[in-house]
């Protein structure tokens, strides 16, 4: 048997160790020990952690990189980010979006990632920035699948324009139906368009992913109508709710209604964990509130959870390098989910969770899946998570598309190593 790519002596996520992948005309053709077969290429694994790609499904890439114009954010709050959002916006170009969305897509690849779902703004009548992501989504599909929703960013009743706007971009070929139910003028009105967008996606054939009560009040409740109109048009499977930060703060009775009622219709949370405690809470003296939604209640549930980026170096956070590590890392220590299976599930939520609720149907390392697959400077999702493992071979349909040197760090002290490599470092005892 001649194979393109043969990765040899890789660890998998669900812990299989000794495993040697083989890839033949950009799928994989064998996951098994010890493959007898000459290949184009080897890369030896070492035993190191060979991951499917990871996946931000939550992230803003109309925006990204914009950070500074045409000011700064000072509060660092949501609201004076959408502000200056809404500033920028009649400045924008076609030309300066596509540039900066796809240095982003740079980065990201760098970055090991291998699928995006960006919400993109519908409430500028030109829908310029949409027509400048659906130009970068045909230009990065070769190595990056990008996924757009349709987001009325200023509120689909509240923007003029923003509710044909929205049907406009679903009839360019933007993929999910998108809203912001808090950000309406009333709460009726935040209900009523929660309605109207899952009967827009039902229609239609869509996914739903709406950003969902990203707000610490606790009387925000409008994940329960999403729910029920989940329910209601048998949507189950294609809805998410995106940030879902006032749960943080509603009163335990409610939430023990509200999440078996999220669980019933089968839709999915996503906590964006870098940006959720970094916005939230902006209004409390002490203690204050961190705002991440509540994955182990979500997760013990059976509900589907993942993480997502949301935001790099634009209006609303002035930090971030595309790494979904640092992601699952900022969830384990903000939601308590240390424990080890707890640790092993925040892997997930960057990987395999976010592929699902993108319903990237190919994913994952097992014979006649696609070959996308990233090589960790690390044992095991767990040891990822901690190092922020480098990226040492990032592989798309069967062919290295970005590679790294192992971090190594040279010593010149008497009697010591010479080098540290910190997946070295590894715990003396392990489950």
Known sequence: MSLDLLVRNATLPDGRTGQDVGVRDGRIVGVEPGIAAEAGRVIEAGGRLLSPPFCDVHF?????????LPRLNRSGTLLEGIALWGELKPHLTHEAVVERALRYCDLAVAQGIGAIRSHVDVCD??????????????????????????????????????????ERALDRGVDVV???PHFERTMAEGAASVRALCEIAAARGLRVDL?????????????????AETLRLGLGGRVAGSHLTSMHSMDNYYVSKLIP?????????????????????????????????????????GITCAFGHDCVMDPWYSLGSGDMLEVAAMAVHVGHLSGRDAMRAC????????AAIMGLDDYGIAPG?????????AADPIEAIRLKAARLAVVRRGRVIAEAAPRLTRLALAGRPAEVDPAAYAPLATD
């Open 261 to 301: 009622l999220i669980a019933e219709a089968g839709v999915a949370a996503i906590a964006n964990p870098l940006i959720n405690i970094l916005i939230q809470g902006r209004h409390d003296t002490y203690p204050k509130r961190r705002g991440m939604t509540r994955i182990p209640e979500l997760a013990a549930a």
């Open 60 to 68: 803003h890439m109309d925006a990204t990189l914009s950070l500074g």
């Open 369 to 377: 899946r696609r070959a996308d697959f990233v090589l960790l400077q």
């Open 211 to 227: 950003h969902c009560d990203e707000t610490d009040d606790p009387n925000s409740r409008h994940i329960e109508t999403l729910a």
């Open 178 to 180: 998108g809203g912001i």
């Open 347 to 354: 892997f997930e939520a960057v990987t395999s969770a976010p």
């Open 125 to 166: 009548d030109r829908l310029l920035a949409v027509d400048a992501l659906l130009d970068v989504k045909a230009r990065v599909a070769p190595y990056l699948d990008l996924q757009l929703v349709a987001f009325p960013q200023d509120g689909y009743y509240r923007s003029p324009g923003a509710a044909a706007n929205l």
